[in-house]
Every structure is written in C-alpha cells, then in structure tokens.
C-alpha cells in the first residue's frame, strides 16, 4: 500500500511538472498582507508540497496517538 501511494505521488508531481511548465502564465496570488504575481507552475507545485507535508505530519502523528494508547 505505501508504495502504491508513492508511485501515485510521484505520478501527482509528474503531472503537475508537466502541466506548470506549459502554463507559464504570472498569476496574482492574495496573501493576508502580500499580493504576488508569480508563475502558475510555482502554485501548483506549492500546492502539492504542502498538501504532501500536511499528509505526513497528520499520519506521524496519527502515529503517536496510536503508540500512546496501546
């Protein structure tokens, strides 16, 4: 199962790779206090980087609780 999940992660940022750099395109991201006109591949690949840490540190911690309580 954890290698399945990362060949469909790798597979993931192969995609988006692909798909960022075909759309070089300045887009306006909207921060609390900052307005960046950054390149749409630079989106999407912050976008899976973040989702990827938020996804390991939710399961080492899932980790953790599981260890306590046994």
């Known amino acids: 199962m954890r290698l399945i999940s990362l060949i469909l992660l ?3 940022i192969c995609i988006a ?6 759309n ?8 609390l206090f900052v307005r960046l006109d950054i390149p749409l591949s630079l989106v999407i690949m912050s976008s899976i980087a973040i989702g990827a840490l938020l996804t390991l540190l939710y399961l080492g911690f899932r980790k953790v609780v599981k260890k306590a309580n046994a």
């Not at 790779?17 to 075909?22: D, I, K, N, R, T």
């Not at 070089?24 to 921060?31: D, G, R, T, Y």
């Open 24 to 31: 070089a395109h300045l887009v306006n991201v909207n921060l």
């Open 10 to 12: 790798v597979m993931t």
């Open 17 to 22: 790779l692909a798909v960022g750099s075909e």
